[in-house]
């Protein structure tokens, strides 16, 4: 745009000034307007002049905003005392508590632990034979293990101890290891079989919560006909709210949040007030506060299900591990402020639904049935219909919980090199919350595997919590080995022996599923961690043999290259992008490209690395040139809600050093789709590696490698998430210099 202004100026002077001085530079000017005329056929990206757009100086002011009033409120607090300065500090931290990110916390966090109630004590009742043989102590025994594991797992473990320890904001599994990784190259075994036992277990919860919710309609006294005509119709319903809910995922967990967090608020107060109504009736059952209820009813004679009865209880606690991953997405504060209210709920809840079956153990109506579900019996027949309405949402909203800790999960993993560099977006106004497309896009067809393979949340639930017992348990050593190095260690000690013996029965009981759909939750876990560890050994393996050059080794060659004029350009600019954060040095990879086969000769190599900024709207490069005009190796960095089409970017940068002087302006005299006369054609280089057959690798090394290559295949190119497909770039293969073999000399004959 300025050189076409330049040139309409030029146009408009008198004659002596506009009359070009020689030839050549009259057809200089003939060749730039040439080229400028391209920009009424073409709408070429092109930067801004401004850094940040009008909507992100709104947002950036009124952070600003937010940060000066806080500010200004703990200069007014200063006399309040310490309570009242100890509040406002917290305000300002990251324990930070809003009311609107608590209503997001209740939509994102809670919905798997609050789905617990629908089918935990039904569990319980089928396990011991039917509800005639469910007596007083029975009762308050299984009351007393599932108050108990609620506190001990969920409250003490998870909120009290395990969501202190955090990773810049972040937590689940991975962001644990992260923190403690440097005390053992061991500790990545627990690490991978947790985090794949967690997604393995985010594929079952949409498919058991939504589909056990609505087979909850069967139960509607105007549904039942609909529904007994047509066996498919609650598989048909749970696809398509399977499919709603997973194409919602890209608006951000914070818009959903505050829908589903509204949804949720009101589903836990359901709970409350039922059990309440409940509870009024038998206030007796409160003595299963006591642990020597659930003990002694455990190891009785009278307990039908035997060890068995802690994978029931074990229903009751799921949803924990999703508290502490989804941790980065709404604040570490808000789930402070909120559990309390989830735990009450849930414990008057359960504690009603005892207080039904020991007023109804003898009721004749419920003779012969195996399976009675004190939680919709408990109500009359018009509550029922409102608590199967909730229930469906809360099933739904279940599902919400695991997805974007999957999400947190696979970008943790990302991040220690476990699994490929996916595109992340980031469709709230925070970091935390993020959404990984091709992830979104497996767990939607894994779920609707399940379906199709099991059919019914009856056969669902089978598999279903096996695969988080697992998690746990890795979850508990990690967290020791942090307490051990954190100088707690006679702590560590005990909070390993207690919680890892509690999570131990939890998973043999769990085990008796394994026959009965458990393989399949088996299956996917074991599948996950066979791609994270190839993906982990294949990035060690290819680190070994990577190198990097100083200027001085790298320089001659290039500048030999750049002033030879008998081989001609392969393109004006070669653009090279790298992983490599560091500027001042070369990426050997590069360099064989350069001059791999027939030399890359060009007017400049460009060296670009892009990088994610933790602040929201970062826009900002640095260049080093290496004293050439002909050599650079390019940092971008942009904020994580900042698109990462990096083409307009180049574009700028490179005018930029025109303007400088840094880069020779590369006047161009024939059109081109970008109409830039300053600018000479761009050709953009991946390059990835390959397995050479002569490299000496055992045969588990080479397993390693060509399913990472086999992964990255189906991961997607990067040229795709930096906006560079419509640029035709070129994807070049090297070999992998590993150590090889020589095989014996041929004879001449």
Same mark, same amino acid.
């Given at each position: 745009?300025?050189?076409?202004?330049?040139?309409?100026?030029?146009?408009?002077?008198?004659?002596?000034?506009?009359?070009?001085?020689?030839?050549?530079?009259?057809?200089?000017?003939?060749?730039?307007?040439?080229?400028?005329?391209?920009?009424?056929?073409?709408?070429?990206?092109?930067?801004?002049?401004?850094?940040?757009?009008?909507?992100?100086?709104?947002?950036?002011?009124?952070?600003?905003?937010?940060?000066?009033?806080?500010?200004?409120?703990?200069?007014?607090?200063?006399?309040?005392?310490?309570?009242?300065?100890?509040?406002?500090?917290?305000?300002?931290?990251?324990?930070?508590?809003?009311?609107?990110?608590?209503?997001?916390?209740?939509?994102?966090?809670?919905?798997?632990?609050?789905?617990?109630?629908?089918?935990?004590?039904?569990?319980?009742?089928?396990?011991?034979?039917?509800?005639?043989?469910?007596?007083?102590?029975?009762?308050?025994?299984?009351?007393?293990?599932?108050?108990?594991?609620?506190?001990?797992?969920?409250?003490?473990?998870?909120?009290?101890?395990?969501?202190?320890?955090?990773?810049?904001?972040?937590?689940?599994?991975?962001?644990?290891?992260?923190?403690?990784?440097?005390?053992?190259?061991?500790?990545?075994?627990?690490?991978?079989?947790?985090?794949?036992?967690?997604?393995?277990?985010?594929?079952?919860?949409?498919?058991?919560?939504?589909?056990?919710?609505?087979?909850?309609?069967?139960?509607?006294?105007?549904?039942?006909?609909?529904?007994?005509?047509?066996?498919?119709?609650?598989?048909?319903?749970?696809?398509?709210?399977?499919?709603?809910?997973?194409?919602?995922?890209?608006?951000?967990?914070?818009?959903?949040?505050?829908?589903?967090?509204?949804?949720?608020?009101?589903?836990?107060?359901?709970?409350?007030?039922?059990?309440?109504?409940?509870?009024?009736?038998?206030?007796?059952?409160?003595?299963?506060?006591?642990?020597?209820?659930?003990?002694?009813?455990?190891?009785?004679?009278?307990?039908?299900?035997?060890?068995?009865?802690?994978?029931?209880?074990?229903?009751?606690?799921?949803?924990?591990?999703?508290?502490?991953?989804?941790?980065?997405?709404?604040?570490?504060?808000?789930?402070?402020?909120?559990?309390?209210?989830?735990?009450?709920?849930?414990?008057?809840?359960?504690?009603?639904?005892?207080?039904?079956?020991?007023?109804?153990?003898?009721?004749?109506?419920?003779?012969?049935?195996?399976?009675?579900?004190?939680?919709?019996?408990?109500?009359?027949?018009?509550?029922?219909?409102?608590?199967?309405?909730?229930?469906?949402?809360?099933?739904?909203?279940? #599902?919400?919980? *695991?997805?974007? =800790?999957? %999400? @947190? /999960?696979?970008?943790?993993?990302?991040? +220690?090199?476990? $699994?490929?560099?996916?595109?992340?977006?980031?469709?709230?106004?925070?970091?935390?919350?993020?959404?990984?497309?091709?992830?979104?896009?497996?767990?939607?067809?894994?779920?609707?595997?399940?379906?199709?393979?099991?059919?019914?949340?009856?056969?669902?639930?089978?598999?279903?919590?096996?695969?988080?017992?697992?998690?746990?348990?890795?979850?508990?050593?990690?967290?020791?080995?942090?307490?051990?190095?954190?100088?707690?260690?006679?702590?560590?000690?005990?909070?390993?022996?207690?919680?890892?013996?509690?999570?131990?029965?939890?998973?043999?009981?769990?085990? #008796?599923?394994? *026959?009965?759909? =458990?393989? %399949? @939750? /088996?299956?996917?876990?074991?599948?996950? +961690?066979?791609? $994270?560890?190839?993906?982990?050994?294949?990035?060690?393996?290819?680190?070994?043999?990577?190198?990097?050059?100083?200027?001085?080794?790298?320089?001659?060659?290039?500048?030999?290259?750049?002033?030879?004029?008998?081989?001609?350009?392969?393109?004006?600019?070669?653009?090279?992008?790298?992983?490599?954060?560091?500027?001042?040095?070369?990426?050997?990879?590069?360099?064989?490209?350069?001059?791999?086969?027939?030399?890359?000769?060009?007017?400049?190599?460009?060296?670009?690395?892009?990088?994610?900024?933790?602040?929201?709207?970062?826009?900002?490069?640095?260049?080093?040139?290496?004293?050439?005009?002909?050599?650079?190796?390019?940092?971008?960095?942009?904020?994580?809600?900042?698109?990462?089409?990096?083409?307009?970017?180049?574009?700028?940068?490179?005018?930029?050093?025109?303007?400088?002087?840094?880069?020779?302006?590369?006047?161009?005299?024939?059109?081109?789709?970008?109409?830039?006369?300053?600018?000479?054609?761009?050709?953009?280089?991946?390059?990835?590696?390959?397995?050479?057959?002569?490299?000496?690798?055992?045969?588990?090394?080479?397993?390693?490698?060509?399913?990472?290559?086999?992964?990255?295949?189906?991961?997607?190119?990067?040229?795709?998430?930096?906006?560079?497909?419509?640029?035709?770039?070129?994807?070049?293969?090297?070999?992998?210099?590993?150590?090889?073999?020589?095989?014996?000399?041929?004879?001449?004959?």
């Amino acid at each position: 745009m300025k050189d076409e202004k330049k040139a309409r100026a030029h146009s408009a002077r008198g004659p002596k000034e506009s009359e070009p001085q020689s030839a050549e530079e009259r057809e200089l000017v003939e060749d730039t307007q040439r080229i400028l005329r391209v920009q009424q056929f073409t709408k070429a990206p092109k930067v801004q002049q401004r850094t940040l757009t009008k909507e992100e100086r709104k947002v950036l002011l009124k952070r600003s905003a937010e940060e000066k009033e806080a500010t200004a409120r703990l200069d007014k607090v200063a006399d309040k005392g310490p309570l009242g300065r100890w509040f406002y500090r917290l305000q300002s931290g990251r324990d930070k508590i809003t009311p609107a990110m608590c209503i997001v916390a209740l939509g994102v966090v809670y919905g798997d632990i609050g789905t617990s109630p629908l089918y935990t004590m039904q569990t319980f009742i089928s396990g011991q034979g039917g509800l005639a043989n469910v007596d007083r102590p029975a009762v308050l025994g299984m009351l007393s293990l599932v108050f108990w594991s609620i506190t001990l797992i969920t409250t003490v473990k998870y909120v009290l101890i395990a969501m202190r320890i955090d990773n810049k904001g972040e937590g689940g599994i991975f962001a644990l290891y992260s923190l403690i990784r440097r005390y053992g190259a061991w500790l990545a075994a627990p690490a991978m079989i947790g985090g794949a036992a967690f997604l393995a277990d985010s594929v079952l919860t949409p498919a058991v919560s939504i589909s056990s919710a609505v087979e909850g309609l069967r139960t509607l006294p105007g549904l039942e006909q609909v529904f007994h005509d047509n066996s498919e119709l609650t598989l048909m319903i749970t696809v398509v709210i399977i499919l709603v809910l997973f194409s919602l995922q890209s608006r951000g967990t914070e818009s959903i949040g505050k829908v589903f967090g509204s949804v949720v608020m009101v589903w836990f107060t359901f709970l409350a007030a039922v059990g309440l109504a409940n509870l009024s009736q038998d206030w007796g059952v409160f003595a299963a506060l006591n642990p020597a209820y659930g003990v002694r009813f455990l190891f009785s004679k009278h307990n039908v299900a035997g060890v068995a009865l802690m994978g029931t209880v074990f229903l009751s606690t799921t949803g924990a591990e999703a508290l502490y991953s989804d941790m980065g997405h709404v604040g570490r504060g808000n789930i402070y402020f909120t559990w309390p209210f989830i735990k009450v709920a849930l414990v008057l809840c359960y504690f009603g639904q005892g207080a039904w079956m020991l007023r109804n153990q003898y009721n004749g109506d419920y003779m012969g049935f195996v399976s009675v579900n004190p939680f919709f019996q408990m109500m009359s027949p018009g509550v029922r219909c409102v608590a199967v309405v909730l229930s469906v949402a809360a099933g739904v909203i279940a #599902s919400q919980a *695991l997805i974007t =800790g999957a %999400f @947190t /999960m696979v970008s943790e993993a990302t991040r +220690l090199n476990w $699994m490929p560099h996916l595109q992340v977006r980031y469709p709230s106004r925070t970091r935390g919350q993020l959404y990984i497309p091709m992830v979104n896009r497996v767990l939607c067809v894994a779920t609707l595997l399940v379906l199709a393979l099991f059919r019914d949340s009856e056969h669902i639930s089978a598999a279903y919590g096996l695969a988080l017992t697992v998690t746990m348990i890795t979850t508990t050593i990690l967290l020791s080995v942090y307490i051990w190095h954190d100088r707690h260690r006679v702590g560590a000690v005990v909070f390993l022996v207690v919680f890892l013996a509690i999570q131990t029965m939890f998973f043999i009981a769990s085990m #008796s599923k394994f *026959l009965h759909g =458990g393989w %399949f @939750t /088996m299956l996917l876990t074991l599948a996950i +961690l066979l791609v $994270m560890v190839a993906w982990s050994e294949g990035t060690a393996l290819e680190r070994e043999q990577r190198r990097h050059m100083k200027p001085a080794d790298c320089l001659p060659s290039l500048e030999k290259l750049h002033a030879d004029e008998c081989i001609p350009y392969y393109s004006d600019n070669i653009v090279y992008l790298t992983s490599d954060p560091y500027t001042k040095r070369f990426d050997t990879d590069i360099f064989f490209s350069i001059f791999a086969d027939h030399p890359k000769r060009a007017r400049a190599w460009w060296a670009v690395s892009v990088e994610t900024s933790d602040e929201p709207f970062t826009r900002e490069y640095s260049v080093e040139n290496f004293g050439t005009d002909y050599m650079f190796r390019v940092r971008i960095r942009l904020g994580f809600k900042v698109s990462q089409s990096i083409p307009p970017y180049i574009h700028q940068i490179m005018n930029d050093l025109v303007e400088s002087g840094e880069l020779p302006r590369q006047q161009m005299r024939y059109p081109k789709m970008d109409a830039d006369p300053n600018i000479g054609p761009i050709r953009y280089v991946l390059i990835h590696k390959e397995l050479m057959p002569e490299s000496r690798v055992t045969s588990g090394q080479a397993l390693a490698l060509n399913a990472k290559y086999a992964i990255r295949h189906a991961a997607g190119s990067p040229a795709k998430w930096f906006g560079l497909s419509p640029y035709n770039p070129v994807t070049e293969m090297q070999p992998l210099f590993l150590t090889t073999y020589k095989p014996p000399r041929l004879r001449r004959v």
